[in-house]
């Protein structure tokens, strides 16, 4: 009777080394995860304009600033008014980016021969609302960086600003901000 067990035994260590060898060897069942690289981004394209050494169109890393872009156009030229400008500005796709220069000086002798001003001072120069950067943009009173950020997604979701009235449509300028920049700006 002890070699019965023996023997029954032996038939069910075959089976479970049988088992064992069909689960290893089977091919895995669905498909492996594949892990991929984070997308890369794509480098921004602007339009650098004004008192710069060499205006013209520049690719930049994304996430790049006004002063990245001024790098990349040579510098700044003499002339240009830097409290005009925010150099830490981010930079968006697109974008055309205006540096003004500074008025001209006039000299004391000639002022005596000039016509007298009026009351009003001399006319400061217009921001373009289709083609002014968000530093350009933020210099105008009552805008800021929010309501600047909301007129260029304005612009680039509906086109250019067909007249100066039309700038009311962004969400934040109603009426009174309007009033307040209707002479500086044009179209």
């Known amino acids: 009777m002890k070699?019965?067990?023996?023997?029954?035994?032996?038939?069910?260590?075959?089976?479970?080394?049988?088992g064992v060898?069909?689960?290893?060897?089977?091919?895995?069942?669905?498909?492996?995860?594949?892990?991929?690289?984070?997308?890369?981004?794509?480098?921004?394209?602007v339009h650098l304009d004004g008192a710069v050494k060499h205006p013209g169109l520049f690719t930049l890393?994304?996430?790049?600033?006004?002063?990245?872009?001024?790098?990349?156009a040579g510098g700044l030229l003499p002339e240009a008014d830097t409290q005009k400008i925010n150099l830490a500005a981010p930079l968006q796709d697109g974008e055309k980016i205006y540096i003004p220069a500074l008025a001209p000086q006039t000299s004391p002798?000639?002022?005596?021969?000039?016509?007298?001003?009026?009351?009003?001072?001399?006319?400061?120069?217009?921001?373009?609302?289709?083609?002014?950067?968000q530093a350009e943009l933020e210099t105008l009173p009552g805008i800021g960086a929010v309501i600047a950020q909301r007129?260029?997604?304005?612009?680039?979701?509906?086109?250019?600003?067909?007249?100066?009235?039309?700038?009311?449509?962004?969400?934040?300028i109603g009426p009174k901000t309007f009033e307040k920049i209707k002479d500086l700006i044009t179209v």
């Open 61 to 72: 890393a994304p996430g790049a600033r006004l002063k990245d872009a001024l790098e990349a």
């Open 151 to 172: 007129i260029i997604a304005y612009r680039t979701e509906h086109g250019p600003f067909q007249s100066i009235e039309e700038i009311q449509n962004v969400p934040g």
């Open 3 to 18: 070699d019965w067990w023996k023997i029954l035994f032996g038939v069910l260590c075959g089976l479970l080394a049988s």
């Open 21 to 45: 060898i069909l689960l290893v060897g089977r091919a895995p069942r669905g498909t492996p995860f594949q892990l991929l690289p984070p997308p890369t981004p794509l480098p921004i394209i």
């Open 109 to 133: 002798v000639f002022e005596q021969n000039l016509a007298p001003v009026t009351s009003t001072g001399s006319v400061p120069e217009r921001i373009n609302i289709n083609t002014a950067s």
